[in-house]
């Protein structure tokens, strides 16, 4: 297929999607969530959940069983055979054959017992309310809408279930500088970063600072528009959609954060980042380009995985999601047919690979541990208005032993 054509299909696919997705947000929040707490995390109640999604480019002129059990780990290639034979895993609406060809406009549904993954159990503080505004600190670990493996866990769906007066949320979203529209919004986040940063810009901190971005990244521009201020200017790519993994890269869209040292204390150093743009994973790319990685992020150069390459890194992330998706053998017996008096929930669970196995096996704490990470959005503003949040523990000062 020629590029041009492969982008057309990629665009046509990327509008479906978005059409499905409002749909199903509306579906989701319509229904109520069940959640718990245990050792300082929220957790969900598995639910049942049908995954909707057109065929992918990539999938066209595969079999289904093959796609399934080469693109989503989360479950044991019996079980995807199971579910394509029961009609759990259907194909325009009907039950087919595991080695179903998948062609252009295809409509996949897996309906499938939904476990999603602990977040921060802390309280969902709210900074401001008005008639038409609500602000609220986001606990790290919680995406802000439903995405990938979360739904009832993402700060839309936890606000909703505490607020239910309010009929309908909306989320502002900020605008980069080069944006037009009505309203503008922006954010100043604190970000605690490994090494001592120096209080000085002098002449020979702004050449090693320059010459450490220009090793990674040939395209990247450090200046300084004020004299305690760093302009950090890179284009940045997605390197691995599958893992959330992005790269400073030549190829990527333009970026840009301002940076100012608050402190630097044991090692380690407290700085005030503003982004001007609003890239996936910006802040925590563009420190770790200057030297100055965030000290316990687990993707750029903290210090579960110091100094590797962004290769490195996708290396890494495949090699956890081996070893974490799937139990040595499916424990599910799957010859057992669904019975008479048995409940589509009761069935689902029965069949489910991750009821057997259970939470601790499912999230482990190298997980969760890499779910908060030290990035705080500190300062909200929006048009004329400004939201301030308490700082987070990791701000305060550390002294050494």
């Known amino acids: 297929m020629r590029r041009a054509e492969t982008d057309l299909v990629e665009r046509q696919a ?51 069983l093959e796609i399934f059990t080469k693109e989503f780990g989360a479950y044991s290639p019996e079980y995807y055979k199971f579910a394509i034979s029961s009609g759990r895993i259907s194909v325009n609406h009907q039950v087919v054959a595991s080695d179903t060809v998948i062609k252009n ?9 939904r476990h999603e993954p602990p977040v921060s159990g802390e309280e969902v503080p709210v900074v401001f309310e008005d008639d038409d505004l609500i602000v609220v600190s986001k606990p ?42 009505e309203r503008q919004a922006s954010k100043t986040y604190l970000a605690r970063v490994r090494g001592k940063f120096p209080s000085a810009l ?23 528009p004020e004299e305690d201020a760093i302009l950090i200017s890179c284009p940045l790519r997605c390197l691995s959609a599958r893992d959330g993994v992005w790269e400073c890269h030549e190829d990527g869209k333009p970026s840009e954060t301002l940076v100012r040292l608050v402190r630097a204390d044991n090692g380690t150093s407290l700085m005030k980042c503003k982004p001007v743009t609003g890239r996936t994973h910006q802040i925590r790319l563009h420190l770790q380009l200057i030297g ?23 290396e890494i992330a495949a090699a956890n999601r081996r070893k974490s998706d799937l139990p040595p053998k499916d424990p599910v017996d799957f010859s057992m047919p669904r019975q008479e008096n048995e409940s589509e929930n009761e069935f689902m669970r ?8 259970g939470e601790a096996e499912a999230f482990n704490e190298t997980q969760l541990h890499c779910s908060k990470i030290w990035l705080h959005a500190l300062e909200y503003k929006l048009d004329n208005q400004e939201f301030n949040v308490p700082e987070p523990s990791w701000a305060s000062p550390i002294t050494e032993c």
């Not at 002098?202 to 300084?224: N, Q, R």
């Not at 029965?350 to 196995?357: A, P």
């Open 14 to 64: 990327k509008k479906r999607k978005s059409k499905r997705e409002n749909k199903n947000a509306n579906r989701f929040i319509a229904e109520t969530p069940k959640y718990s707490f245990a050792n300082g995390y929220r957790m969900v109640e598995p639910y049942v959940y049908e995954f909707r999604t057109f065929a992918k480019a990539r999938w066209f002129d595969r079999e289904l």
């Open 105 to 113: 406009g295809d409509l996949i549904i897996h309906k499938a017992h």
């Open 140 to 181: 790290p670990s919680i995406p802000t809408h439903p995405c990938g493996a979360y739904r009832y866990n993402s700060l839309h769906s936890i606000v909703q279930a505490n607020r239910p007066d309010l009929p309908q949320l909306n989320i502002v979203h900020r605008l980069d500088r080069l944006t037009s529209a």
């Open 202 to 224: 002098d002449p020979s901190v702004k050449e090693k600072l320059t010459g450490e971005a220009k090793g990674k990244c040939a395209a990247s521009l450090i200046t300084y």
């Open 292 to 314: 100055f990685p965030i000290a316990n992020d687990p993707c750029y150069g903290g210090e579960l995985h110091f100094g590797e390459s962004a290769e490195r890194i996708e």
């Open 350 to 357: 029965r069949t489910c690979t991750w009821c057997y196995v």
